[in-house]
């Protein structure tokens, strides 16, 4: 069993600043890829970073050079620091990690609202 604890989600205004967690626990493996994924309502879920176990970092279009992922090996754990948000950063956002062994697992999702 893995499980992935999501966290840090809240209300935010516009050009504020949050910073998630996503944690892996249980019969880990090794985790080859990290990824955050949204979801606005209404919408498809969209997938929004990824971080690979060699450090390869990349981001879609709609976020680069504003959100910024980093890992916690020791902790497995990464982070998805989120500056200057504006509300079509609206959404839930969800953790999924991937590994060849170990399969895909997502996170139950937390809430960010971006609103004045």
């Known amino acids: 069993q893995v499980q992935l604890v999501e966290s840090g989600g809240g209300l935010v205004q516009p050009g504020g600043s949050l910073r998630l967690s996503c944690a892996a626990s249980?019969?880990?493996?090794?985790?080859?890829?990290w990824n955050w994924y949204r979801q606005a309502p209404g919408k498809q879920r969209e997938w929004v970073t990824s971080?690979?176990?060699?450090?390869?970092?990349i981001y879609a279009d709609s976020v680069k050079g504003r959100f910024t992922m980093s890992r916690d090996n020791a902790k497995n754990t990464v982070y998805l620091q989120m500056n200057s948000l504006k509300p079509e950063d609206t959404g839930v956002y969800y953790c999924?990690?991937?590994?060849?062994?170990?399969?895909?697992?997502w996170g139950q999702g937390t809430q960010v609202t971006v609103s004045s």
């Open positions: 249980g019969s880990i493996t090794t985790i080859n890829v």
């Open positions: 999924l990690i991937q590994g060849i062994s170990l399969g895909n697992y």
């Open positions: 971080v690979t176990s060699g450090g390869r970092t």
